[in-house]
Nanobody
Framework: QVQLVESGGGLVQPGGSLRLSCAAS????????IVWSRQAPGKEREGVSC????????RYLDSVKGRFTISRDKAKNTVNLQMSSLKSEDTAVYYC?????????????????????WGQGTLVTVSS
């Protein structure tokens, strides 16, 4: 069964850390660029970070630069988003998606072209 599943979300205090994982089953993520996006309550979905197929390009939303790190684990067939120094404004449902196009920035927002599949999302809540 072809599936893309996010995990690792939860409740964390401001300043804390979480590691999100985007796992694929039924196919390999090596062939795809990956984007992590988030949607906060009442807001539109926005790109947070993306990584190119060859891992040579990584892009970040300005507000998470220096706090979030995207990486690919080929052995586990996952793409991870390490999040640290979390803020209340990071609260959102986080989604990953596969894409056959490039990872780039448009108006400062990480974007991938030719998205093929989205996961179901994982909720991150930053609150004391």
């Amino acid at each position: 069964q072809v599936q893309l599943v996010e995990s690792g979300g939860g409740l964390v205090q401001p300043g804390g850390s979480l590691r999100l994982s985007c796992a694929a089953s039924g196919f390999t993520l090596d062939n795809y660029a990956i984007v992590w996006s988030r949607q906060a309550p009442g807001k539109e979905r926005e790109g947070v970070s993306c990584i190119s197929r060859d891992d040579g390009v990584k892009r970040y939303l300005d507000s998470v630069k220096g706090r979030f790190t995207i990486s690919r684990d080929k052995a586990k067939n996952t793409v991870n988003l390490q999040m640290s120094s979390l803020k209340s404004e990071d609260t959102a449902v986080y989604y990953c998606a596969t894409a056959t196009g490039d990872c780039t920035l448009i108006a400062g927002i990480p974007v991938v072209k030719n998205v093929e599949r989205w996961g179901q999302g994982t909720l991150v809540t930053v609150s004391s």
